[in-house]
């Protein structure tokens, strides 16, 4: 599975941004998704994830009421769409996938795309 995160940047606190993965080299339907993200000197922390059906979601309690992670199977491709963002959502965001055999959402991730950099200034 390749995995491409797009749609990162410089945004003022309060703004809005949404991130794209576009995978492929998987039935899309099969695989269990997720949004990481890692800032300087921090350790890589879950933000969001989402089942095959896009019904179940799971999200950090820091993000929760502000990120939304979607779906469009149709178009392999998962979304993040981040709201009121805050300097400490500063971070390079990773998308990552599972097969949906794999329970839960925050953890044993398989495949991993590159980062995108979020940067929220104040």
């Known amino acids: 599975v390749q995995l491409q995160a797009s749609g990162g940047g410089l945004v003022q606190a309060g703004g809005s941004l949404r991130l794209s993965c576009a995978a492929s080299?998987?039935?899309?339907?099969?695989?269990?998704m997720g949004w990481f993200r890692q800032a300087p000197g921090k350790e890589r922390e879950f933000v969001a994830g989402?089942?095959?059906?896009?019904?179940?979601?799971d999200y950090a309690d820091s993000v929760k009421g502000r990120f939304t992670i979607s779906r469009d199977n149709a178009k392999n491709t998962v979304y993040l769409q981040m709201n009121s963002l805050k300097p400490e959502d500063t971070a390079n965001y990773y998308c990552a996938a599972k097969s949906v055999t794999s329970s839960g959402y925050r953890s044993e991730y398989s495949y991993w795309g590159q980062g995108t950099q979020l940067t929220v200034s104040s």
């Open positions: 080299g998987r039935t899309f339907g099969a695989l269990r």
């Open positions: 989402i089942n095959w059906s896009g019904v179940g979601t």
